[in-house]
């Protein structure tokens, strides 16, 4: 096994730990341990809430969750030798579930709370709990199915320059301030309420908790892309913004489909992760990745090969207003469309079928983006993961 570096106690909040992580973005959070290039290491991390949903049938604790604790990362880490320029070469060797705590759950967020991508239909608070079975996941609230996970960091990134930071906070700025409904949630500017900084106390923290940028998007860092295929033997390439990098990891995934959609969105876990890291000096530059991380996914992925596919175009459902070429309506329709039937093939209730949506590993795809005005995504939900045939007779 690689020799931990960042250890958690799954009891205590990330505040509290030996050695404390963070939930914001900012290049003067300190690194909590330094590698060299070529080194191998071991990252435990707790679930993306912190501990607040626990291992039961009601959904009050997600419900209720403080979304400003979100997400809580493990690191950051310095490599030694990492200067702005470079890219940091990061292989995932290994992921799994920490010993004793082998269960995972999933979520819909309260409207009031956050919402998520379907929250004008499904406005309630709603949660599943996962457990593992090797790589097998079943849960007894949404029964009939039980599918393999792709175990994967949802979130794992770089510190980014004062300069960028400014840039993101600059122009969410932009977005909150043109959001047509000024009650919704378009963008989470900086905000000290339930910020953690690693070690950073008193004036030092205050002035990083006001510029701190939050974990939500994905951004030229990394961050939380939510990608589930990254898991193990994935390569990635982060370009490096300051000097030792200071790559950070957590909201670890068991499984997820792609989109994450219903937010509190794959089957969230706490766990480990083994990484790899080395640097290719002056990377940036000579490969011209200078704005997002590149990714090489590993081989790791279970083998679906038959399914069933919904269809979504970019017309409203409710309004039935057309659209031109918006592929997040087109998805949001492909998604609906693939609910109401699991309504009527499985019995279940919408949240159960946008929960698993969110969790199992259902493919989405943008098939087509170019025949005006209708943009087409598609749902592809493998079959053989239910215990019956649901297709039409």
């Known amino acids: 096994m690689p020799e931990v570096l960042f ?32 080194a191998v290491f071991r990252m435990e991390c707790k679930d993306w809430t912190d501990g607040q949903i626990v291992n039961n049938d009601d959904p009050s604790d997600i419900r209720d969750v403080n979304l400003n604790r979100i997400h809580v990362l493990s690191g950051p880490v310095w490599v030694n030798g990492a ?11 290994d992921i799994g579930a920490i010993q004793g705590s082998e269960w ?4 819909i967020f309260a ?22 079975h090797g790589i097998y ?21 770089t510190a980014p320059s004062p300069q960028l930071l400014d840039k993101w906070n600059k122009r969410e700025s932009v977005v909150i301030a043109n959001a047509p409904v000024k009650s919704a949630a378009y963008a989470n500017l900086p905000n000290p309420d339930s910020a953690i900084l690693g070690r950073l106390k008193g004036a030092e923290f205050d002035r990083i908790a006001k510029e701190a940028a939050r974990t939500v998007p994905p951004r030229e860092n990394g961050g939380n892309c939510d990608i589930k295929n990254l898991s ?33 969105g794959g ?10 890291v080395d640097l290719i000096k002056g990377g940036m530059a000579k490969y011209k990745i200078t704005e997002n991380p590149v990714f090489k996914p590993g081989p790791v992925d279970p083998h679906y090969s038959e399914f ?27 998604c609906l469309n693939a609910i109401e039937y699991l309504k009527t093939t499985m019995g279940y209730t919408g949240e159960q079928a946008y929960m698993l949506l969110s969790t199992a590993p259902v493919e989405g795809r943008i098939s087509g983006i170019v025949d005006v005005p209708n943009a087409c995504c598609t749902l592809w939900l493998p079959t053989s993961i239910f215990d019956r045939d649901i297709l039409p007779k």
């Open 83 to 93: 200067k702005p320029g470079d890219l940091l070469v990061v292989d995932i060797l």
């Open 111 to 132: 409207q009031e709370n956050g919402g998520g991508f379907l929250t004008e239909h499904y406005p309630k608070a709603a949660k599943s709990i996962w457990d593992f």
């Open 267 to 276: 089957i969230e876990m706490a766990g480990w992760i083994d990484l790899h």
């Open 308 to 334: 069933l596919v919904f269809e979504g175009i970019s017309v409203h459902e409710s309004t039935g207003e057309q659209y031109y070429l918006d592929a997040h309506l087109a998805y949001r329709r492909a």
């Open 137 to 157: 996941a079943s849960s007894r609230h949404i029964p009939g199915v039980k599918f393999a996970g792709i175990i994967h960091p949802g979130l794992i990134g």
């Open 7 to 38: 250890q958690v106690d799954l009891n205590k909040p990330m505040e509290d730990q030996v050695t404390p992580g963070h939930n914001r973005w900012h290049p003067d959070i300190p690194a909590t341990v330094s590698v060299n290039p070529g």
């Open 104 to 107: 995972g759950f999933n979520g």
């Open 232 to 264: 193990k033997g994935t390569r990635i390439y982060f370009p490096v913004f300051t000097d030792g990098a200071k790559l950070s990891v957590g909201d670890l995934h068991f499984s997820q489909g792609d989109g994450e959609i219903s937010f509190c």
